[in-house]
């Protein structure tokens, strides 16, 4: 008898929290989203904060840009998020494997990519060139102590060291900024190597993600790598300025990044826009936005207007939090853009 | 007559005994440096957060990895459903059932699905479940790692059923018992210590598994709530940490690498002490 | 054996008069159908794996045929897929992880089955065993923040001192490489080859032992020109084993070997592996010829583990019917 009514108690107990497990589950609207790690940062503090204000919870996975688009367009994941500009193909591709439906690019924020160095003598800032740093990606300039180098930072003892080259190992937007840059300011580069998310690299150890490349930079001497500032700040990686277009070396940092973007006169209305290298004083070169890749038609209408939520919030509230982690916030005419361009997903 | 040995015959002896002694101390102390050096680092960094608390945004400190462990159980709970039913009842079918030619083909093939890759079995359960279904979850993680569990859940059933010895089979059918009833209720429960310790044994195996996830359960840094949505695990949460730049995410690698060790190796441990002192054993 | 379960089946299980129905209640039949089914199901599970990435892979056939297999470059920009680096990066450390575990390895297994006290053998065994248990991302995470670290400051200056002329220690060392992912491969799959190996030797008669004693033969020369051959062909399935398993080791490797999609003669430069690449990239790899390729090299990784374990066995076996023969 007295097993019996054990056994019942413990069924009921079961289904009690079953129930309440499904129960949690039906009210929380659940979201799946993949892709840059550039934006990560603020992307996992935005979808961390929002599940307070409203009921939906986010799950982000920085797996690279490219992960992000072929997520997207696999629909593995309910959105993506790439810095790398998507060509023709990737749209068309989206539209072919997605019933015709679009893909909408949103812009969130703006980053930079900065040169990241490991040489613990050296406690000056150094200052790079874009056809210097083309020619040391290249393999061309083996060592800190070149004369290529020297000629640009003088009064710096620079060492008699290998240059390490840190490139990405995955499809990254990164990469593109980065690569796009060095196709702008080097004919060589782009006749060689080009730009894209994913490139056959001359020389270099290489990393996944902007961790392992700040990973790599963090422990090797001599090391020599591109990463998004956020992650050189927070891993006490020193950084160089570059020389932009107006002959001035800039630190990457909120202002010159936002003048990079304010440098754009004609906003596209997906802003799928490069804007390295760009012209004007106190630019930073090596900047880009960051878009979240939305399909305009979602299968789970609830999903869909959670989306259109959190990018209206994203771009008007979330523009502070960016801040605070060194992005710098879309330039006004672009966040009333993308607010009203929500309304065109479903 | 006597044969004298020579000094240069016993001075090899004595080298080649040492040698091969060393060797093994050699390979013996890679475990115990292993398991020293997790404990060491793992230790410190295991605290209260660690086991209770969410993964902290990308780039801050602190939190912890209570989503990855409860998705490790969930994974491995699906897994063992999926995998272990289908290899248990075919480890029966060829201890019991089966005839000689169409068991060596089915040996064969069972060899042929252990021996396949992990990362294999991930892609494989990624075009199989992820892409049809649309979306990363728990289940797609737990039917690669369930297939994993079949192969040694054949064999360790197969093994420990034939190790029953014929006379308690015929005892049971002179009884009147049909032989699904003297397997289900004589045979099995015989072998029952070796069939639970293979199993945990089988389980230990999967539990450490990284690659067949990378691709199944993805990742999550939230609660995943049920079964078909992506999920944090510990091996992937181990494997992303270590890469990672931060110094404080490197010490929840060694935490959480820490505690899956000792979980594989208290269960391996137990379930060889079992068949070390079972049934099995005591026949021999 | 007279009395073996399909006897049983055979004699007891037809000549019991009970009709069909009450052979249905008594659970004969179902009971059979499922464990049946069960054991086809596994069948179907294996076929069903080998079509998915023979289907998947079609495409890269089709684009570059065998050629795939020699070409080594590797351009996703270009859509140009070579796997050349990935095979060799595989083979290279496989071989370099063998190298290191098969002496260490069989000297561990003839000290354990030959010379050691019979507890204290069980109990090292037994303990050998367990570092089979390490899950492969705990060698990876020892890898990357021990063993790297190590090997650069311990091995590769005297190395590189003694022998930096030659070829294969050429180059600066950054840490991840061939050689660090061989070292780890060889901790890993040593468990395998003393294992096996300890059982095989065990298994050779006694007999044979005795006589060699008896004939005024030492320890280590019954043990090197008797019990050895007698084993060898065992040992050798041993090897394949471990062989095959580290062929398709993936976490491990993919933390140290450096990911770079590059030949190189000096085991110091940073690589790649099938296994590697298809974790690293998988995830992101758009456009069919992109996926295919990847899925065309886990075939063609699958193949060579099915050749190696059959190897294995067939020498295994071998090893088996000359014991019962002796």
Redesign the interface.
């Known amino acids: 008898m007295r097993s019996h009514m054990l056994r019942n108690v413990a069924s009921a107990a079961g289904l009690l929290a079953l129930a309440a ?2 129960a ?2 039906a009210n ?1 609207v ?1 979201m ?1 989203g ?1 892709g840059a ?1 550039f934006p ?2 603020i ?3 935005w ?2 904060e929002y ?1 307070s204000i409203a009921n939906v ?1 986010i ?13 997207v ?6 959105f993506g998020a790439s810095d790398a500009i998507l060509s023709k193909e ?1 749209f068309d ?1 989206f539209k072919s494997k997605n019933d015709g439906h679009d893909l909408l690019t949103f812009p969130t924020v703006l980053g930079a990519v900065v040169p990241s160095y490991n040489l613990p003598e050296v406690s000056a800032e150094l200052n790079f060139t874009g056809p210097l740093l083309a020619d040391i990606f290249l393999g061309k300039i083996k060592k800190w102590n070149d004369a290529a180098i020297a000629k640009l930072n003088p009064g710096v003892k620079l060492p008699d060291l ?1 240059i ?1 080259v840190a490139h990405r ?3 990254s937007g990164t990469t593109f900024c980065f690569t796009d840059y060095l196709s702008k300011v080097s004919p060589e580069w782009e006749k060689t190597v ?1 730009r ?1 998310a ?3 690299w001359p020389v270099g ?5 902007n ?2 490349v ?2 790599l ?4 001497p001599g090391a020599l790598g591109y990463v998004e500032l ?2 050189a700040v ?2 006490h990686l020193p950084y160089g300025k570059v020389k932009n277009k107006a002959g001035e070396f800039i630190k990457a940092d909120l202002k010159s990044v936002s003048e990079a973007a304010a440098a754009m006169k004609e906003a596209a209305a997906d802003t799928q826009v490069s804007i390295t290298d760009a012209a004007g004083k106190g630019v930073y070169p090596i900047s880009t936005f960051t878009w979240l890749l939305v399909p305009n038609k979602f299968k789970d209408a609830e999903k869909g207007t959670a989306m259109k939520n959190f990018l209206s919030w994203a771009v008007t509230k979330g523009q502070d939090q960016a801040e605070a ?1 060194d992005y710098a916030r879309l330039p006004k005419v672009i966040a009333e853009k993308v607010e009203k361009r929500v309304a065109l997903i479903k | 007559m006597m044969m004298e040995i020579s000094a240069s015959r016993r001075i090899v002896n004595a080298v080649m005994l040492t040698l091969s002694g060393v060797c093994t101390v050699l390979v013996v102390s890679v475990l115990f440096f292993i398991l020293g050096y997790l404990l060491l680092h793992g230790v410190s960094s295991l605290n209260w957060d660690f086991f209770t608390k969410l993964p902290k945004p990308s780039g801050e400190t602190g939190g912890g990895m209570a989503n990855a462990i409860l998705g490790s159980a969930k994974v491995l709970l699906l897994a063992t459903l999926i995998g272990v039913p289908i290899g248990f009842l075919a480890g029966v079918f060829l201890a019991e059932y089966s005839g000689k030619n169409f068991a060596f083909a089915i040996r064969y093939v069972v060899d042929l699905l252990n021996g396949v890759p992990s990362i294999v079995i991930g892609i494989v359960a990624y075009t199989l479940v992820v892409r049809p279904m649309g979306h990363y979850s728990a289940f797609a993680g737990g039917t690669a790692l369930g297939i994993m569990m079949i192969p040694i859940a054949v064999r360790t059933t197969e093994e420990f059923l034939r190790a029953i010895p014929n006379n308690i089979r015929e005892g049971a059918m002179a009884l009147g018992a049909t032989r699904a009833k003297t397997i289900f209720t004589v045979v099995i429960p015989a072998a029952i210590s070796g069939l639970t310790s293979g199993m945990m044994l089988n389980l230990a195996r999967v539990a450490g598994e990284t690659a067949p996830l990378l691709f199944t359960a993805l990742g999550n840094q939230f609660w995943s709530n049920g079964y078909l949505a992506p999920i944090a695990t510990l091996p992937v949460m181990i494997y992303n940490y270590a890469i990672a730049p931060e110094e404080d995410l490197h010490q929840q690698a060694w935490a959480a690498g820490f505690v899956l060790l000792t979980l594989v190796l208290i269960i391996n441990v137990t379930a060889r002490l079992i068949i070390a002192r079972g049934p099995a054993a005591q026949r021999r | 054996m007279a009395t073996s379960p399909s006897y049983i089946a055979e004699t007891l299980g037809r000549r019991t008069s009970r009709g069909f129905f009450a052979r249905l209640r008594g659970g004969d039949e179902i009971a059979y159908l499922v464990t049946l089914a069960c054991a086809v199901s596994i069948l179907l599970i294996v076929g069903l794996i080998v079509f998915e990435l023979w289907f998947h892979s079609r495409a890269t056939f089709t684009a570059f045929g065998f050629r795939f297999l020699t070409s080594s470059k590797w351009d996703p920009n270009a859509d140009k897929y070579g796997a050349l680096p990935f095979i060799y990066g595989t083979c290279l450390t496989s071989f370099l992880g063998m190298l290191l575990a098969v002496p260490l390895g069989v000297a561990a297994s003839i000290f354990l089955a030959e010379m050691a006290p019979p507890k204290l053998s069980n109990f090292l065994t037994f303990l050998i065993e367990l570092l089979a248990a390490v899950p492969s991302v705990i060698y990876g995470l020892i890898g990357i923040f021990v063993l790297v670290p190590a090997i650069k400051t311990y091995l590769v200056p005297p190395l590189k001192s003694a022998f930096g002329y030659l070829p294969i220690f050429e180059g600066t060392f950054y840490g991840l490489s061939f050689l660090s992912a061989g070292i780890v491969l060889s901790v890993m799959i040593v468990p395998f080859i003393i294992s096996v190996s300890r059982e095989v030797l065990m298994a050779v008669p006694t007999e044979q032992r005795e006589a060699a004693l008896a004939l005024g033969a030492t320890k280590w020369e019954t043990t090197w020109d008797i019990v050895l051959p007698n084993a060898a062909t065992g040992i050798f399935g041993s090897i394949f084993l471990a062989l095959a398993r580290a062929l398709g080791e993936t976490m491990a490797v993919t933390m140290v070997v450096g990911n770079s999609p590059k030949i190189s003669a000096s085991l110091l430069s940073p690589g790649y592996s099938i296994a590697a690449v298809i974790a690293n990239e998988f995830a992101e790899a758009n456009g069919n010829l992109y996926i295919s390729s990847l899925i065309f090299m886990a075939l063609v990784l699958f193949g060579l583990t099915i050749v190696i374990n059959a190897l294995a066995r067939i020498f295994i076996m071998t090893t088996q019917q000359k014991g019962s023969q002796a």
């Open positions: 497990v499904a949690s589950a929380t659940q799946t993949a790690t990560a940062p992307y996992t503090k979808f961390n599940q919870q799950n982000y996975q920085p797996i690279g840009s490219g992960g992000g688009i072929k997520g367009t696999d629909g593995t994941v309910d990737q591709a290998e390490v190992s995955d499809g080009g894209n994913s490139v056959s150890l290489g990393a996944a993600k961790d392992g700040a990973g930079l963090k422990t090797q956020i992650f927070k891993n982690l």
